[in-house]
């Protein structure tokens, strides 16, 4: 009877789970109190027939559906500390370890500095006994507490951990995958890379049967992805996306069979002194999200792919509408509790939002601005005010839209409106974000624990100043509006009032330029998570190179000359572009600087005839289609080609790319004059409005948007 009654426990809270999707709530409850029943018949009615090793157990499971099914946090707590003593008493390890365990998480959910140190403590304890297995794995749940408590130190401590010589190798593996992913979120790709070597090694340190489960090899590739995504590398990339393919396939074939719908992933680690292992649970992805995490970071790789991501960019919309409809319709394959379901749901959303940005972008790379309404869905559903769980998952989001509003006013020459959401990305993604002074530290900690139970990495992880792409684009920009606008406004100081805000202009751009040189100064530090992403990534270098050289141009004059290693790497740069390349100005940066500054005729003959394919390309297209930047591009071009001519005695072409360049810089006369007279510098308390008519970004009510940042 007594494993009759277990049996029916376990029955009922698969009927719970399964009730989730289809009939709600009410019958899952329903469900649980019985399978809670089942159990207590069991302790009361056959107490004295239970080995202690079966009592242990029940009283474990009982405090397990307590605590992950019901709030009533105290008969969890008073369950499992029941299975721990009959567990210590008759010194069952393993019992006794998971039930500290649900303590732990316990104290995860009332008190995390009380839990972070009860796993040290705990860890300790194993580590004496000489148990190292154990001790390893609260380590890593130390971490977890740290990393939404104090930050730095969860670092310190998951570098130290991978050195630790007694360190289980399945755990060594997967802490290296760990730091990979975080060096991916906050710091330093290239570093990634060589961490993820180490870690792949390990997992296959047996030879080609790896001793992991396959979603290790998942986990493995898809940072090993993102990090050559970062750093530009699309012949690396491709060659990892193709090892991707096949391994989707493989998996497919077998019907993803090692796969749980809950993303749930088991690792058998064996202990070192005794001929038995233990499991190790911890979420990561199912296979439905793991195709879509996929696409979604192939898709922003191929951005400069003229078409390629948004391709890919729908195909990935579409696998999250169908999952969507899946499980609203109660078709998972596996369990999912009603919180697991709401949680799936929400990440869903989250992926929609961040593929409608990526979207806008690419439409903003071919000229396409009327691509911005692409942000209404979210902008209409924040001005609507999110519910608190919603503001948590899509908080981290706003930057990004932010930064989309400021490129859409910076292309329609709103200067005002451009450096406004600018600084605005800026504070957003600062070292100390003033949005969060409201919130208690309690507030804080909660927010991020529930973004890492969604898989969207956290606030207090989430890298911050030089260690934000966001935080150094978005200053990048401010400082080429401001060396603009300090331009015209020098011209135009006729009162003491004037001359305040030109210091101040002159202030602000002393602080960017200072700031950028500290961000792309290179690192000296044994510390990798001190290190930030700009000296892995050649293009970022690159742009901020010519940026300089550009502007310190319109203060000190023409400069010639190209060291050779500077040359070297332009020509590398234009070779990653490719021809057909959606980063258009980029593009046509390094080909200018190549062809004004480079004393190699071979080279500079090369763009020449690039730049006369591309004004012959151009010029099959419409000029009423033709978006203003390639219009711009286009005038500069014909600018070159000109001079060229001249050089060599064609006079008629000469005279035609003067005609044609003409004619562009006549279309752009309108855009050009609103631009000059929309350099006024504006007080600081002051909102500016954008004088656009047409093509504007979702509206945004400033007192609903600041009210939802303050939340």
């Known amino acids: 009877m007594i494993s009759y009654y277990i049996g029916q426990s376990d029955r009922f809270v698969r009927l719970a789970y399964q009730s989730s999707t289809i009939t709600g709530l009410e019958n899952h409850n329903k469900f649980i109190i019985l399978a809670i029943k089942m159990l207590l018949i ?48 008759h010194e069952f390890k393993q019992i006794r370890f998971y039930c500290e365990l649900l303590l732990a998480q316990i104290l995860e959910t009332t008190n995390l500095k009380l839990c972070a140190n009860y796993v040290f403590s705990k860890g300790q304890y194993y580590k004496q006994k000489g148990d190292h297995v154990y001790s390893n794995l609260f380590q890593l749940l130390r971490i977890k507490s740290l990393i939404v408590s104090d930050c730095a130190t969860a670092l310190v401590v998951l570098q130290g951990s991978i050195l630790d010589p007694n ?21 330093s790709p290239d570093i990634a890379i060589k961490l993820l070597g180490e870690a792949e090694q390990l997992a296959y340190r047996d030879g080609d049967n790896p001793i992991m489960p396959v979603q290790i090899d998942g986990m493995i ?65 199912n296979s439905d999200e793991f195709v879509i995490t996929y696409y979604l970071i192939t898709g922003s790789t191929y951005m400069s792919h003229d078409g390629y991501s948004e391709k890919v960019f729908d195909r990935c919309l579409q696998m999250i509408s169908d999952q969507k409809k899946r499980i609203s319709n109660g078709g998972s394959k596996s369990l999912l509790s009603p919180r697991e379901v709401a949680n799936r749901m929400l990440k869903l959303r989250y992926l929609q939002f961040v593929i409608a940005f990526y979207k806008t972008w690419i439409g903003f790379l071919k000229g396409e601005y009327k691509k911005i309404t692409n942000m209404n869905v979210f902008m209409n559903e924040n001005n609507s005010k999110f519910s608190s769980e919603e503001y948590s998952c899509f908080k981290p989001l706003l930057p990004l839209i932010y930064y989309m509003f400021a490129a859409f006013y910076q292309d329609k020459g709103d200067i005002q409106a451009a450096k406004y959401y600018y600084l605005k990305v800026r504070t957003m993604t600062s070292s100390n974000m003033s949005q969060e002074t409201k ?23 989430a890298a911050k100043g030089q260690f934000n792409e966001l935080y150094v684009f978005s200053s990048i920009q401010l400082y080429i509006l401001l060396e603009f606008q300090l331009t015209e406004i020098k011209q135009n100081v006729s009162n003491v009032k004037d001359q305040q805000m030109l210091e101040d202009h002159v202030n602000l751009k002393s602080e960017l330029v200072q700031e950028l040189r500290n961000i792309f100064k290179a690192k000296q530090t044994s510390n990798s998570f001190a290190v930030n992403f700009t000296g892995s990534n050649l293009m970022l270098t690159i742009t901020y190179f010519l940026v300089n050289d550009i502007l310190s141009e319109t203060q000190e004059g023409d400069k010639s000359g190209i060291e ?54 151009n010029g099959l297209k419409s000029p009423q289609s033709t978006p203003d930047l390639s219009k711009i591009i286009r005038v500069m071009l014909l600018k ?56 504007s970004p979702p509206t945004t009510s400033d007192s609903v948007e600041r009210k939802q940042l303050d939340r």
């Open 640 to 695: 070159h080609l000109q001079k060229k001519y001249h050089s060599v005695g064609d006079l008629q072409n000469a005279k035609m790319a003067e005609l044609q360049s003409s004619y562009y810089y006549k279309c752009l006369q309108d855009k050009f004059k609103f631009l000059f007279e929309n350099t006024r510098y504006f007080d600081k308390g002051d909102i500016p409005v954008a004088k656009i008519n047409s093509e």
């Open 42 to 89: 069991v302790t009361k009615k056959y107490k004295a027939k239970l080995k202690p090793k079966q009592e242990s157990i029940v009283y474990y499971r009982l405090g397990k559906l307590y605590l992950i099914e019901t709030t009533n946090i105290h008969k969890a707590e008073e369950y499992i500390n029941k299975a721990l003593d009959i567990a210590n008493f």
């Open 221 to 285: 590739l898809l940072c090993r992805l993102t990090a050559y995504s970062n750093m530009n590398m699309v012949a690396e990339a491709e060659s990892c996306r193709k090892l991707i393919s096949n391994y989707i396939k493989a998996q497919t074939e077998e019907g993803w069979k090692s796969w749980n719908d809950n993303g749930i992933v088991r690792v058998e680690i064996d202990e070192l002194d005794h001929d038995t292992t233990i499991p190790f649970l911890f979420r990561w992805l």
């Open 564 to 617: 050779p290693s500077l040359e070297a790497s332009f020509h590398t740069g234009l070779k990653l572009l490719g021809k057909k390349t959606t980063f258009t100005l980029m593009h046509f940066l390094i080909s200018n600087y190549i062809l004004t500054k480079s004393s190699n005729m071979d080279q500079k003959e090369r763009i020449s005839e690039m730049v006369k394919e591309q004004v012959a390309q």
């Open 439 to 461: 919130k208690s530290p309690e507030q804080i900690i909660n927010t991020s624990l529930f973004q890492l139970q969604l898989g969207i990495g956290c606030d207090a992880l």
């Open 167 to 187: 360190l289980n190798d399945s755990i060594k593996c997967l802490c290296l995958i760990y730091e990979a992913n975080l060096h991916c979120y906050r710091g």
